[in-house]
Every structure is written in structure tokens, then in C-alpha cells.
């Protein structure tokens, strides 16, 4: 199993900067695929940014040049990276591991981490 700690959200100011940081436990890192999911009030969880075992990444069209989200298996963390931040880019920040073989399927959650873009 695999226990997942967000941390690095906060307030900022709209084109400001923010890192979240997503540290994992409890089982192998390396072999799950890792994702940031964000859900603002009222609306429904997206995936903002996702990247795969082998490092291949993918962005939602709303953050495209602006978050990146990269992986250390050597610390068990993901991270994103967040910049020209956007009132629009207030939620909670969620991270996620999944990881899918022939013989079972695992998917857990973080607990979230708060991101408000305000001046």
C-alpha cells in the first residue's frame, strides 16, 4: 500500500508561484504512475497533470506552459510546479498514485493541499 502527504500549497498572488510536493510511502514509487487532480468548489476533480513510470507527462489544455510536474523515485515525491499562477487555478490539490498489472490494480489518494490565487 501507499500513503500519500501534499504539501507546498498556500496563498499567492495571481502570477505567482507555488511547488507542491507529493511524498510517498509504504511501497515501491517507482513502478506507479503519479498524477495531480484539482477540484475547486462546486465543481467537479480534474486532472491537471500526470506522468507515467517512465517520465512521460501529460497536461491539462488550462495549464499547458505553465505547470510542469516532474518525479524523483530516489526521494519517493512528486512534484509540481506551478507558475503564472491564475485566480482560476484556486482548489484543492490532490495527488494520486495508481499503478495496473495482469494481477491487480492499486489507487490511492492524498489528502490534499489547499492552492489560493488572490490579490
Known amino acids: 500500500q501507499v500513503q500519500l502527504v501534499e504539501s507546498g500549497g498556500g496563498l499567492v498572488q495571481p502570477g505567482g508561484s507555488l511547488r507542491l510536493s507529493c511524498a510517498a510511502s509504504?511501497?515501491?514509487?517507482?513502478?506507479?504512475?503519479m498524477g495531480w487532480y484539482r477540484q475547486a468548489p462546486g465543481k467537479q476533480r480534474e486532472l491537471v497533470a500526470a506522468i507515467t513510470s517512465g517520465g512521460s507527462t501529460n497536461y491539462a489544455d488550462s495549464v499547458k506552459g505553465r505547470f510542469t510536474i516532474s518525479r524523483d523515485n530516489a526521494k519517493n515525491t512528486v512534484y509540481l510546479q506551478m507558475n503564472s499562477l491564475k485566480p482560476e487555478d484556486t482548489a484543492v490539490y490532490y495527488c494520486?498514485?495508481?499503478?495496473?498489472?495482469?494481477?491487480?490494480?492499486?489507487?490511492?489518494w492524498g489528502q490534499g493541499t489547499q492552492v489560493t490565487v488572490s490579490s
Open positions: 494520486n498514485a495508481i499503478h495496473v498489472s495482469s494481477s491487480s490494480e492499486y489507487d490511492y
Open positions: 509504504g511501497s515501491i514509487f517507482s513502478i506507479y504512475a
